[in-house]
């Protein structure tokens, strides 16, 4: 079964997650998919935006804690940043379907959607700094600016989490549905930014979201600490402590 499904209808890219017996938890290899889809996306002149998905009850429940510990004693070459590159780059407009978890990168992927429809009882957090991490997808620069330092404090440094409601109050997100009107819902929207001009969206976008270099930047000034984070006896005793409950 594939982790990563994208389909294609009507100009809009689907990518969906598709590994719910993980919560949609992402491997390097599922990273390495959605950046390809990205990319191709990017491209492709019939596709006008981009729609990311998960599963019932599991938007994506972060990055594989596997994946992380493998990172953290050196032994897998770590291509998340290509994945963030590549949402940063991404010309054409982004959407998610937010039901459920939404976790770590759950969470700060949506920073750099332009609409997101989330159900009703989806459910935000960002547990870094429980891990002995820090926060990455420029969130530390995209968070504050999106939705305020006060609230952006609790959720990425505190690992406050956010209903559907609250995220929306706090402008993380655009509406809230019933979960069985969630898909339904984000295509109405992707198909009507379909319809529309697309040199003009596209203008639009970019002088929105302002200069991109500094997000870049951003991504990776985090990443070079979230490198040196996965290392530090804070981190090592949380991972340690994670895989001892599990156990």
Known sequence: MAEIV??????????RMNRPEKKNALTQTMYAEMTRALREAATNDTIRCVVLVGGPGAFCAGSDISDFQKRAEGGLKPITVDFLHALVRNPKPLLAAVDGLAIGIGTTMLLHCDYVVAASGARFATPF????????????????????????????????????????????????????ALEQAVLEAAREIAALPAGAVALARKLMRGHLDDVLQRVDTEAMHFKERLQSDEARAAFAAFFARKT
């Open 6 to 15: 994208v389909t294609e209808e009507d100009g809009v890219r689907m990518v």
């Open 129 to 180: 700094t429980k891990l002995g991490l820090i926060p990455e997808a420029a969130s530390s620069l995209l968070g504050p600016m999106r939705i305020g330092y006060a609230r952006a404090f609790a959720l990425l440094v505190m690992g406050r989490a956010m209903s559907a409601e609250e995220a929306k109050a706090a402008g993380l997100i655009n509406a809230v549905v019933d979960s069985a």
